[in-house]
């Protein structure tokens, strides 16, 4: 399996445009993770999906970022209308969720977004 | 909200010195992980562990549930060694949430 594949690797965008962040999750893994890392804040959960199902946004910054997941093998995050502030890198992760509730993350390469 | 404190921020070390990265959160937890970060940005999940003892070649991680204390222990470390490596757990609440440890930059010097 190529892991868990993120489009694209750098995004450089202006203020006030849309932009899109796309993640294609291990095959056969049902959980997906959208986190976001910058200096200032480490590594934080914006949203996560179980078998396609948002289950906590809690994360999610405002209502400008929403995050879609269609099918197990795909899934959006998208920023409306992006701020400078937005800008960091996005991770995308995958894991199985099983029985114990214990579930192995695989992180994606990152998506680095600027928003000039 | 669980507190995940990690210790120290950066360490740099000669190439072959035994390491100690430590992990402490405050709440209790349904699991671990240890997570590496090269300088390239990718993320890799090193071990997940709710008890004991952990061991992947020259990496081993242990976990104390009674003190809330984790470590991650490398041997004859080596300058591909060099990363930031960033502790994170799952709350015991149910849910899959990972909250993060802020990282500590180790560096290991020929």
């Known amino acids: 399996d190529a892991g868990v594949i993120q489009s694209p690797r750098h995004e450089v965008t202006e203020m006030g445009q849309e932009v899109t962040l796309r993640c294609k999750p291990i095959?056969?893994?049902?959980?997906l993770f959208w986190y976001r890392q910058t200096m200032m804040r480490g590594l934080e959960l914006l949203i996560y999906f179980n078998n396609n199902v948002p289950i906590d946004d809690s994360g999610m910054p405002e209502d400008r970022f929403s995050a879609k997941m269609p099918n197990a093998s795909f899934s959006t995050l998208k920023i409306q209308p992006s701020e400078p502030r937005d800008s960091a890198v996005y991770f995308c992760?995958?894991?199985?969720?099983?029985?114990?509730?214990?579930?192995?993350?695989?992180f994606g390469q990152g998506t680095r977004l600027t928003v000039v | 909200k669980n507190e995940v404190e990690q210790s120290p921020q950066n360490l740099t070390a000669q190439e072959g010195e035994f390491i100690t990265i430590n992990c402490s959160y405050s709440?209790?937890?349904?699991?671990l992980h240890w997570l590496q970060q090269h300088p390239g940005g990718g993320i890799v999940s090193l071990f997940m562990?709710?008890?004991g003892k952990k061991k992947h070649g020259r990496l081993i991680a242990t976990i104390n549930i009674q003190e809330k204390h984790s470590s991650l222990h490398i041997t004859a470390s080596h300058p591909r060694d060099s990363a930031v490596y960033i502790c994170?757990?799952?709350?015991?609440?149910?849910?899959?949430?990972?909250?993060f440890g802020t990282g500590t930059r180790l560096t290991i010097i020929p």
């Open positions: 709440v209790g937890i349904s699991a």
């Open positions: 095959s056969g893994h049902n959980s």
């Open positions: 994170a757990v799952r709350d015991n609440f149910g849910n899959e949430k990972l909250t």
């Open positions: 992760a995958s894991g199985l969720l099983g029985p114990t509730r214990n579930t192995e993350a695989f």
């Open positions: 562990l709710s008890s």
